[in-house]
């Protein structure tokens, strides 16, 4: 099978999300010289809310360095160091600041390859998070990956777990290309067993995270751990949900995501974003263009389609969540029947301990 | 410092804002407010001082760390408490939170907590003010860090070209979140790098609001002279950590002695000094009272409704 394996690892030990990336970026760091980590804030205390913690005090301060707020020009410089062959870690404690990074990294970064005939590459990684929940509201919260997706020549993953986190950064590390390894804020209190050695995931293979037989949902990022929990709701009425993790948004793996949704015949598609042009329509336009999909049901879930609002109120509405991709799931399978499971019940404790700032 | 009307006025604005962050610093551990929120506590002088010396009709334009701005400029605090608690009451209709203050009758344009983006709105505001041939000047606040973003020095370009009726005021604090000036600029003299621009630039190191309002006076009169843009670098010190309610001085990016010749100087304390004991502690009382009553206006004010959050994404 070209999938990656359904259980990713029952060895080593248990290890948060947040220090399986700094692990990875360590490890990487250790066997190669030309790779450096930069960006804003990666060098204090809080070291980008854990996740390069330890870091410049093993590699030093010209391996591992905060920058001005100069996201653009810092962009470039990643950039240029990698065309110089040197392998940079870029990092943003959101999502929304790569943003200012947009220039160089789509007229640039994912364009020097083919632009000068393969004269030159680009092997950078650019490491962002999404943030969740605690009134962070309209600038600190997007999901941007489909806008990079959407660009030849960059690459975008989005681990949903620690194990994916440590062996997809190493593997980001290496690939030669720009990788936009895509982080979620409340996944970082997350842990899954990952080996203490040196691993990789490989790029552009989804992952079937929970086999069923009714239909399928797919996750990106956190979305797969209400995926996963809505399963285990359906469960509860007598539905088998297969639960896919994209693990890669480009390249795309619609292999995996077609072979489970034509066994199952149903598709819901949960994104940690907006739907509009999003992966989630990527994905469903890729299985109704197949022979195989011919016939599978298809329907998308994302964030509402407003602005994050700061209002836990309005926050609660604007998301899915596990309760709620159940409830379509039902009516995907029991159309006319209202089913819709307790909100509380439902609730994900790692996201109810969450408490801000950031 | 004597007891003047002047003194009075300022000390009045200077004693308000310390006691609604005090108040919102108080509020922060119940989780009641849901909302990062970035205290201008020891730095309250910058905007009462500037703001003192503008019209009802001029701008401002302020950061995430933009309490202090918003309610020197008239800003209404009802509406910044409720924004807080993510109410419909709030000044954004509890859809921004503490990081995106605004008020239009106030003159306080929408704050971003992308660092460094307001500082070519503000110079938007300006270019209109000038294509319309109003008297208005408009006031940017921002911190030290969002000097470093490239659009800082490509308005300050634009502005000196154009002689947008623009005031810069630089928050120096010394910090961009727990990163010190050395470790980000090869050379301090700010001011110095804004001239090279064509930009008259002026730097305050104190805390005495008078001096601050006094250059600040100087500069807002020579744009409404036309003279183009001028650039204030007031020098200054955040007591409290980058975001949240508490100290953070043993964190050990910085230690509590860097911030104790700024706690001795406190305009709060130095003024209060000098007044009439009788009238601080009457303003004192009033002043609590009316933070009660903003307090009180939001914890009872109502909660959203589900289809509050479909309003606003596209304008009618
Ligand atoms: C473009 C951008 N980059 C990074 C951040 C994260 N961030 C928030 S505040 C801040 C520091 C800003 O420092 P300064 O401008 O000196 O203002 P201060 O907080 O000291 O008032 C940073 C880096 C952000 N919000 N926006
Ligand atoms: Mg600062």
């Known amino acids: 099978m070209s999938m990656l394996s359904e259980k990713p690892a029952m060895a080593g030990r248990l290890l948060a999300y947040v220090d399986a990336l700094s692990e990875g970026v360590a490890q990487e760091m250790e066997r190669d010289p030309s790779v450096f980590l930069f960006g804003l804030d990666v060098d204090d205390h809080k070291a980008i809310q854990g996740s390069t913690r330890g870091l410049v005090q093993r590699f030093g301060p010209n391996r591992v360095f905060g920058t001005p707020l100069s996201e653009d020009a810092m962009t470039g410089v990643a950039i240029g160091a990698a065309m110089a062959g040197m392998r940079p870690i870029h990092v943003h404690i959101r999502m929304d600041f790569l943003m200012l990074c947009m220039n160089q990294l789509v007229n640039i970064a994912a364009k020097a390859h083919y632009m000068f005939g393969g004269a030159v590459s680009v092997p950078m990684v650019v490491r962002c998070m999404i943030g969740k929940s605690w009134g962070q509201g309209a600038q600190h919260s997007q999901g941007l990956h489909s806008l990079f997706m959407h660009i030849p020549g960059l690459k975008v993953v989005a681990p949903s777990n620690a194990y994916d986190a440590k062996g997809l950064m190493a593997a980001a590390i290496r690939d030669n290309n720009p990788v936009v390894f895509v982080e979620h804020r409340l996944l970082y209190f997350t842990d899954a067993y990952v080996p203490e050695e040196s691993y990789t995931v490989e790029l552009g293979k989804a992952r079937v995270t929970a086999p069923g037989t009714d239909i399928t949902l797919v996750g990106v990022s956190n979305m797969v751990m209400e995926c996963l929990r809505a399963r285990e709701l359906l469960a509860q009425v007598g539905i088998s949900a297969e639960v896919v993790d994209l693990v890669s948004l480009q390249p795309l793996d619609s292999d995996t995501v077609l072979a489970s949704a034509s066994k199952t015949g149903k598709l ?12 989630s329509a990527e994905v469903l336009a890729r299985v109704a263009e197949s022979e195989e999909g011919a016939g599978v049901r298809m329907a998308r879930m994302g964030f509402a389609p407003t602005t994050c609002p700061m209002s836990p109120e309005l926050e609660k509405v604007f998301y899915p969540n596990a309760a709620t991709i159940a409830a379509k799931a039902h009516s995907m399978l029991r159309p006319g029947s209202d089913w819709m499971p307790d909100e509380k019940a439902a609730q994900l404790s790692y996201q109810m301990t969450f408490r801000g700032p950031f | 410092m004597k007891d003047t009307s002047d003194t009075r006025r300022l000390f009045r604005q200077l004693l308000r804002i310390r006691l609604i962050e005090e108040r919102v610093a108080a509020i922060y551990p119940s989780d009641k407010i849901k909302s990062p929120i970035h205290l201008s506590i020891g730095q309250e002088a910058i905007s009462v001082a500037v703001c003192d010396v503008l019209q009802p009709q001029d701008i401002i334009a302020v950061s995430y760390r933009g309490h202090a701005g918003y309610l020197a400029k008239g800003g209404d605090l009802k509406g910044m408490i409720a924004e807080m608690y993510g109410k419909p009451a709030g000044c954004a209709f509890g859809k921004g939170g503490s990081m995106h203050l605004v008020s239009a009758e106030a003159g306080v344009m929408g704050a971003s907590a992308v660092v460094g983006t307001h500082i070519p709105l503000a110079a938007g505001q300006a270019l209109a003010a000038k294509l319309r041939g109003e008297d208005k000047v408009i006031v940017c606040f921002f911190g030290d860090g969002a000097t470093e973003e490239g659009c800082f020095a490509e308005t300050l370009n634009f502005a000196a070209l154009h002689k947008l009726p623009l005031f810069f005021v630089c928050e120096n604090n010394g910090y961009a979140i727990h990163s010190p000036l050395k470790k980000r600029w090869a050379n301090l003299d700010i001011c110095a790098r804004v001239r090279a621009y064509g930009v008259p630039a002026v730097r305050t190191e104190t805390s005495d609001v008078t001096v601050m309002r006094a250059a600040a006076e100087a500069a807002v009169a020579a744009i409404r002279d036309g003279e183009g843009p001028q650039f204030l ?47 601080v502690e009457k303003t004192r009382a009033e002043i609590a009272a009316e933070i009660d009553e903003a307090v009180e206006f939001a914890e009872q004010s109502p909660i959203h409704q589900q289809e509050d959050l479909y309003r606003h994404v596209y304008a009618q």
């Open chain 1, 268 to 279: 819901l598609m949960v994104d940690n974003a907006w739907t509009m042009c999003g992966a």
């Open chain 2, 233 to 279: 670098e007031a020098v200054t010190y955040r007591w409290l950590e980058h975001v949240g309610p508490n100290e953070d001085y043993a964190a050990g990016y910085r230690s509590r002695d860097e911030m104790e010749p700024w706690e001795n100087e406190d305009p709060v304390a130095r003024l209060a000094a000098v007044m009439d004991a009788a009238w």
